[in-house]
């Protein structure tokens, strides 16, 4: 069974940084292509970043620059790097899995796995 376990949230001033982790188990790793996702109150799940099982990234625009994913196939984890935080990055943040098409990369409805979500909140 696939399971993804998100941590490293929690609150930061505006400016600072932010490492979230998620670990995966249940299926050998390198299987799925791997994404970040975050939902702000009342908005809809949006793309982050994203990563392929060839080590393909893609990033939305607003965290371009910013942040940064990878992933270590050797402890099936994989990673959000986030420097200058902003506000408006507050959000609960998930990782995802599936297989999906390079140009759905950041589209919610292409994973098939979900972790619970972790909590950012950066104050300005």
């Known amino acids: 069974q696939v399971q993804l376990v998100e941590s490293g949230g929690g609150s930061v001033q505006s400016g600072g940084s932010l490492t979230l982790s998620c670990a995966a188990s249940?299926?050998?790793?390198?299987?799925?292509?791997m994404g970040w996702f975050r939902q702000a109150p009342g908005k809809e799940r949006e793309g982050v970043a994203s990563?392929?099982?060839?080590?393909?990234?893609r990033y939305t625009d607003t965290v371009k620059g910013r942040f940064t994913i990878s992933q270590d196939n050797a402890k099936n984890t994989l990673y959000l790097q986030m420097n200058s935080l902003k506000p408006e990055d507050t959000a609960i943040y998930y990782c995802?899995?599936?297989?999906?098409?390079?140009?759905?990369?950041?589209?919610?409805?292409?994973?098939?796995?979900w972790g619970q979500g972790t909590q950012v909140t950066v104050s300005s």
């Open positions: 990563i392929s099982v060839s080590g393909i990234t």
């Open positions: 995802a899995a599936g297989v999906r098409p390079w140009y759905r990369a950041l589209s919610v409805d292409a994973y098939t796995y």
């Open positions: 249940g299926y050998t790793a390198g299987t799925y292509d």
